[in-house]
T-cell receptor, first 115, second 111 residues
Framework: GAVVSQHPSWVICKSGTSVKIECRSLDFQATTMFWYRQFPKQSLMLMATSNEGSKATYEQGVEKDKFLINHASLTLSTLTVTSAHPEDSSFYIC???????????FGSGTRLTVV | GESVGLHLPTLSVQEGDNSIINCAYSNSASDYFIWYKQESGKGPQFIIDIRSNMDKRQGQRVTVLLNKTVKHLSLQIAATQPGDSAVYFCAEKQGAQKLVFGQGTRLTINP
């Protein structure tokens, strides 16, 4: 089935540094990728939608200059958290429509801890 | 608008009993809904889905009910097992593809 590989699974970084999270579609072409953030004991909040070859669409309240999204190919979308601060510590998950009967596949998530 | 899930409610049931998890969705135009199971530190796992032209769908040990009048979804899990312990989320497809998650519920199975 359609698989999205997400890396890294966890990362610890210092405040002020940037962190890049990658999501690769392994056996299908992901023209769209959704990026979510999940704080402890909360639901998944949609941050942005990336589309291959075009600018990402950000949800209200999400800073596009802080969360840089690149979707340069049909198999790779990246989220870069720039100038990370402790409040950016969260679980980040990507998801792509598989193109099969409304299906979606999710990455395994990235636990970001900013110290 | 988007559904926002904060401060997950919890549901505790005895092993072997049936569980019912409820969810309210936000967009009356949404035409597709999914229930996901999420275990700690992992991404969501698909359980069952339903389209808006249906009001009930059954899977293995699970049933989803859709009430479009009140924008309500429920997930019924029959004969719950310890492995069913997790957080359960409903999600609705808004527009062409955007998937928005609703309130989650933490299900705990007591032995």
């Amino acid at each position: 089935g359609a698989v999205v590989s997400q890396h890294p699974s966890w990362v610890i970084c210092k405040s002020g540094t940037s962190v890049k999270i990658e999501c690769r579609s392994l056996d299908f072409q992901a023209t769209t990728m959704f990026w979510y953030r999940q704080f402890p004991k909360q639901s998944l909040m949609l941050m942005a939608t990336s589309n291959e070859g075009s600018k990402a669409t950000y949800e209200q309240g999400v800073e596009k200059d802080k969360f840089l999204i690149n979707h340069a190919s049909l198999t790779l979308s990246t989220l870069t958290v720039t100038s990370a601060h402790p409040e950016d510590s969260s679980f980040y998950i990507c998801s792509a429509p598989t193109g099969i009967s409304y299906g979606y596949t999710f990455g395994s998530g990235t636990r970001l801890t900013v110290v | 608008g988007e559904s926002v899930g904060l401060h997950l409610p919890t549901l505790s049931v005895q092993e072997g009993d049936n569980s019912i998890i409820n969810c309210a969705y936000s967009n009356s135009a949404s035409d597709y809904f999914i229930w996901y199971k999420q275990e700690s530190g992992k991404g969501p796992q698909f359980i069952i889905d339903i389209r808006s032209n249906m009001d009930k769908r059954q899977g293995q040990r699970v049933t989803v009910l859709l009430n479009k009048t009140v924008k309500h979804l429920s997930l019924q899990i029959a004969a719950t097992q310890p492995g069913d312990s997790a957080v359960y989320f409903c999600a609705e497809k808004q527009g062409a593809q955007k998937l928005v998650f609703g309130q989650g519920t933490r299900l705990t199975i007591n032995p």
